[in-house]
């Protein structure tokens, strides 16, 4: 069931396109050249002169995008691994302490962004908790039961929750038990949950679940607890067979579904798992085809995933302006 803060984040979904940040670690890594140790972006926050430089190249080109294409902001907090497997891989990193910097951070930034002319005052920004699986994005890394997920999860919700985020957003969920056991610890925490899982080629989850039914059978199970599903980490020539496919049928579903995080390869996950360079693949093409499936089937949340930057995100921006 869905409680207030939901009600209105789904009106705030309902009203205008949002526009995501774009592929941080892969920014952070590839472009910016950061040691991104275990792939955790909020070790930036560490080092004044790279967090400014992100802002800089990254984060602040894109919030100017959405505000100069009317659009509203869903600025995430660079926590997608502030969990408790990677924290100790990095010596015992406090979890608390390392997920409420990062939301004061994020929050600071966009202050100052906000402060910095009428458009961008005017913008809708949503601060989200971007929250990763326990295991590897892109593939299933073992069997997982939905109380274990939960055991796991939840300890960074709660701080999630206590520090202020307005929505929290697991993304790259690879599979459907570790899903429900975030959502549960969601709605134990009071957040509403928007569910963006990766998706194959195929239409599938990484652990094999169809996207329709995997978004029926969380509604299913959750009585409906998320404020709608989207997909990242695919590009959308793998993404737009899947929902034409959904439209024709009239599957149900697909009045659940808000939008995308594109990879900007066309690469499968495999194929960019074996990658030690950067895919941006073509930025134009990106952008029509993300613009394409928002008039096709009313996404409000387009944005960018893996191998995207702040000119990705620009021209996404202009090509789903208005629609």
Known sequence: MQGPAATDIVRALS????????????????????????????????????????QDELLRPIADAAAANG???????????ASADYLARLGGRDLAAVNRNAVERTRAFIDEWRAGGEAA??????????????????????????????????????????AGVDLLLPLTMTSLPETLGFVRAAERAGLPVLVSPTMEPDG?????????????????QTSGTPVGYMVNCVHPTHLGPVLATAADAGAPWLARFRGTRANASTKTHAELDNSTALDRGDP???ARGVAELQQAHGMTIVGGCCGTDADHLARIAAACRGR
Do not use: K, N
């Open 15 to 54: 009203e205008r396109t949002f526009l995501t940040f774009a592929g941080d670690e892969t920014y952070l890594l590839y472009i910016q050249g950061f040691p991104l140790r275990e792939f955790c972006a909020f070790e930036v926050f560490d080092d004044a002169q790279a967090w400014r430089r992100m």
């Open 204 to 220: 599938r989850l990484p652990d094999g679940t169809p996207l329709g039914d995997f978004i029926a059978a969380v509604d299913q």
């Open 121 to 162: 005052g005017a913008t809708p920004v949503i601060i989200t908790g971007d929250v990763g699986p326990r295991g590897d994005g892109y593939a299933v890394s073992g069997p997982v039961s939905v109380g274990a997920a939960y055991d796991y999860h939840a300890p960074q919700v709660e701080v999630l929750a206590r």
């Open 284 to 286: 134009a093409a990106l």
């Open 71 to 81: 659009m509203g902001l869903l600025a995430g907090c660079l926590v997608w691994r």
